[in-house]
């Protein structure tokens, strides 16, 4: 068997895998994004936040294997934000903005919520002026001091 051969035989085992992995992540993202619409808590829909799935602007390979990053922009509001997600050792580990990373190994609406609060309170501070913004999880909404 040729090494081209060989290349083809890995990737075609591995397609399954890859597939759920890829579906894993994108449902992870998902919820994210469901939770930052009702991150302002009950009743109070964030309607301003959208979810653009897009590869992974760093991945070199495709189709990418095992374990690679998955992609979103958020747009939240006048701002968009890339979150990368991948699945490692039995949890989702992510980063976004600049170098804030998380790992979510609950995937209860709780977990995820409070990492939609997490994601807010930090692109605040990567924008805003830090004495004056503040998004506290007590709270319901972004509030200005």
Known sequence: ???????????RRGAQARQADQQACEGFLNLLYHALRAANGPGLPLNNVSMDPVA????TLRPAPLGSWHAAWFRLGL???????RRADGAFRGEYGRGEGFRVDD??????????????RDVITMYGDRKSTRL??????????
């Not at 992974?56 to 991945?59: C, F, G, K, L, T």
């Not at 701002?79 to 997600?85: G, Q, S």
Request: overall charge negative; charged content about 25%.
């Open 107 to 120: 995937l209860s609406e709780d977990a995820v919520l409070r990492l939609a609060r997490q994601v807010l």
């Open 56 to 59: 992974d602007p760093q991945e």
């Open 136 to 145: 506290n999880s007590s709270h319901r909404c972004i509030s200005y001091a």
């Open 1 to 11: 068997m040729s090494s081209f051969d060989e290349l083809q035989a890995v990737i």
């Open 79 to 85: 701002c968009e934000v890339l979150v990368r997600v």
